[in-house]
């Protein structure tokens, strides 16, 4: 073939894509299809450029970004609708007040952020991550700080929150060097914390005794530090431990009451559960973050004195709020997970429309032009397909596949599409064939085969430019199918581990009885499905009526 | 009419051909790709750790535990078959399942659903949950149907009116709605923040059973469980239903011979009820059938997602479960009677319309 012709073909292509566009711009449903289209595919471009390429790992279901943001959180613009809140808060610690204690051989460094709670919400919790560590060798060990995080309350209470020290077994050659080890301040011990000891203390009443609350039992309540006295041991530790549960709802809270449940058992009352009745307290807090080093030789001392314990601090208040579309029961970002939904639904979709429409497409012509045995092994094949309800064969391949390759998420993924495609050729393939059908019997076929084309030179010349039409109507309405079916699989509980909309939307449909009221969860994924289908659903009634002239109404 | 009946008999030869072809498959997928075997084995193993422990309390002496436990394993692979290999495992399945001896299943999780005490044979738990499929999905289907079947002949003269862009914007808009999302949706608002309809649906097994003891109470009972359920496939379906139905009546709006009536002065009505509809009846009681008999077969994601005890969640069960039994018995019967509903039509049509018999 001639460069010339190849490029003049191209050119009547491209003026007869110029002109079905032009059409469908012209139809109300197709200009508003356009539009959309054009936005999904240029988010979809965005996402896939944007988004690091092992997000599943790195991201989505890393435990450690989980950690970091509060969960079920709706998102952060809900307090424009007046819902009371209590900010999140990621603060990037690199200001700090240092002390160096030469004489004492203490090196210490103090971080402070205050936090404004100003509705009566709970905050989730508190968490502080230290990268790059400096650690300095003395003896057989290498040493780093001692980190701690101190919190001061409106009412005037400050205390310990959390404490951890690090120190490395092995020792290293330089005095000092910076450690990949990322130092993480998170949940306090109960026994490392006495900031519970502290907010007791001041919200016991004046004569030291505390009203338990379902039975009439004072307990012995030592003020001056902080103990519970005999016999109420059980009642203490009992405290101690939902504090280790919940330590967010202490820290931000004002102790009302101490409520201990007893139950009657084997002659004699025993203590089921202790919880403080406690309500958020407003107003600002400080928490500082210490590192301190100590016991150091003098030499070395004086060598790092210019060095900072991290080369950054994050310090983050996990608030009742989060990001623009909000987390789901694990802590995930929500919008996150949804942008990368748009370029593997976009991907899913168009992959089974176009190898469906291109198998349909060549079984169909190969049946209606050549006929004889080989259309009726076709034709019985699309009968059998035709009959076969496909959804609980998905449902068992996929099975199979989940069980099988639990490691392999993409295996599972083009298993479950293969079978989409698969099963998915037959009706396109008929509609063809009766075009086929139909075409060869015209007079400039004849004409053709009398001047010696081959059946190549036909199918290419004559039969598929006429087809091609109906086959491109079918491939954009078949797109939204492949994307609604791998999202009702995900619901079924077929995990192919990506974080597709349908997968959103399965762990919500798992939590439902907790995500009953986190419409920010269960709306988004839907309403996309939704729009991305009803995009090629309107394309496809704009095509349609092109390709099919009877259909026009106007 | 002897080239009706050879006709005939040829097509009934090609359909009874697919289902066996379907069920051969059903079965080849469940058994080759091992995922019965491991489901099975699964169970098994869970059987056999439960044995020892009992076991474990009265005989001290180890060797003896390890030979009755392993006597207890075989005995336990030879009733599930697992020491056959699955070629024979598969064409015990489909010779049994052919000639309906469907067996009988143990799982608690499938007797649950059914609503009785284990064990139970397949053929009763098919019939028992039938009836609530067919009280969900088949009447929203009919609900359906008779919407459309009304509105549609009343749109075909004002084609591109506003009534009619809005039935197509509807179809439009709910073609693209997940029909198990939508339930989702309404589940959390009419349910769980309105609090109109139930939140567990399991009831209605007992409503259904007892419906002959107190007919009045019990149908109020399951009308109230199977309203939002209803309401869910129709607002979902009906768009279809209607752009269906109106596509065919376009087509037939536009022939010549409706042409001449308007021309001759019939009023609308007339022609639309001699003309229209009677010449577009045939297709659309073909998908009107066909549908009602798909939807027999159940909704298994839209189900599930109600926990409707139906045949959709049977079937899901079933799979889940491994219980290859009772996936190919209502494989079996979806397709037998699928098939059942399409020989009839193909039939009728070949009956009533002569052209159709050259075919």
Sequence with gaps: ?554 | MAGVTSVLARRALMLAAAVVIIVLLTALILEATGYSARVLKAIVDSYVKAYRQDISRTIRNETVVNELTEKYRIELEEIYGLNKPWYVRASTLVKNTLLMDFGITDREDIASVVGRAPPLKVSDVIAIVIPRTVIMITVAEIICIAIALAIAPRLVYKIGSIADRAVVAYAAFTNALPVWWLAMLFILMFSYQLRVFPTDYRYIIAFIRDLSIDPFANFIQIVYYAALPIITVVVALLGGWLYGIRAQLIRVIREDFVFVAKAKGLPDQMITKRYIVRVAAPPIMTSIILALAGSIGGYIITESVFEWPGMGTLYYLAISGGEASIVMALTYVFTLIYVIARFILEALYIVLDPRIRIT
């Design chain 1, 1 to 554: 073939m001639s460069k010339q012709v190849k490029s003049s073909r191209l050119k009547a292509l491209a003026t007869s894509l110029k002109d079905a566009l032009s059409e469908t711009w012209r139809q109300g449903a197709g200009k508003a299809s356009l539009i959309l289209m054009a936005v999904l595919v240029a988010v979809a471009i965005y996402a896939a450029v944007a988004m690091p390429p092992n997000f599943r790992d790195a991201v989505w279901d890393n435990l450690e970004v989980q950690g970091e943001n509060p969960s079920l959180a709706p998102p952060e613009w809900v307090k424009y609708l007046g819902v009371p809140h209590a900010p999140h808060v990621i603060a990037s610690l690199d200001k700090s007040i240092d002390r160096l204690d030469l004489e004492n051989q203490i090196y210490e460094f103090n971080y402070t952020i205050t936090y404004s709670l100003e509705h009566e919400v709970f905050p989730q919790g508190i968490i502080a991550k230290g990268y790059e560590l400096l650690v300095v060798a003395v003896g057989n060990y290498t040493i780093g700080p001692r980190c701690r995080i101190f919190i001061s309350r409106p009412d005037g209470v400050t205390g310990l929150y959390t404490d951890t020290s690090v120190t490395l077994a092995a020792g290293t050659e330089s005095a000092w060097s910076r450690s990949s080890i990322i130092v993480k301040l998170s949940e306090p011990e109960a026994i490392k914390s006495d900031l519970l000891y502290k907010i007791i203390i001041r919200y016991a009443n004046e004569s030291g005794l505390l009203l338990l609350k379902d039975r009439t039992y004072y307990i012995k309540f030592n003020t001056t530090n902080g103990t519970f006295l005999e016999p109420v041991g059980n009642v203490a530790s009992m405290l101690f431990e939902d504090f280790t549960l919940k330590p967010s709802k202490y820290i931000f809270g004002k102790v009302s009451n101490i409520n201990a449940s007893y139950e009657f058992m084997r002659g004699q009352w025993s203590l089921q559960r202790v919880a403080a009745s406690v309500e958020p307290l407003v107003g600002s807090y400080n928490i500082t973050i210490s590192c301190r080093y100590t016991a150091l030789p003098q030499a070395t001392l004086s060598r790092i004195q210019d060095l900072k314990p991290f080369n950054s601090i994050k310090l983050i208040v996990k608030g009742s709020v989060y990001g623009f579309m909000g987390t789901d029961a694990n802590g995930r970002d929500l919008a996150l997970g949804l942008l990368y939904g748009f370029p593997l639904a976009i991907a899913i979709g168009f992959f089974v429309a176009g190898l469906t429409s291109l198998i349909g497409l060549i079984a169909g012509v190969v049946s209606g032009y050549y006929g004889g045995i080989v259309d009726e092994i076709i034709q019985r094949i699309v009968d059998v397909m035709g009959n076969i309800p496909l959804l609980p064969i998905l449902i068992i391949i996929a099975m199979a596949l989940m069980v099988t390759y639990a490691e392999a998420p993409l295996v599972v993924l083009m298993g479950i599409l293969t079978v989409l495609i698969v099963f998915g050729w037959g009706g396109l393939a008929i509609i063809v064939r009766a075009m086929t059908l139909s075409i060869k019997e015209e007079p400039y076929i004849e004409a053709a085969k009398a001047l010696g084309s081959s059946n190549r030179r036909i199918i290419f010349k004559h039969i598929i430019p006429q087809v091609i039409p109906y086959v491109v109507a079918s491939l954009v309405f078949s797109v939204p199918g492949a994307i609604l079916t791998e999202a009702g699989l995900s619901v079924l509980g077929i995990r192919h581990g990506y974080p597709t909309w349908g997968a959103i939307l399965s762990e919500a449909y798992r939590y439902m009885r907790v995500a009953m009221e986190a419409l920010w969860w269960v709306l988004p994924p839907g309403i996309l499905i939704s729009i991305t289908s009803l995009t090629f659903v309107l394309l496809g009634m704009a095509l349609e009526k092109l390709v099919e002239p009877r259909l026009r109404t106007a």
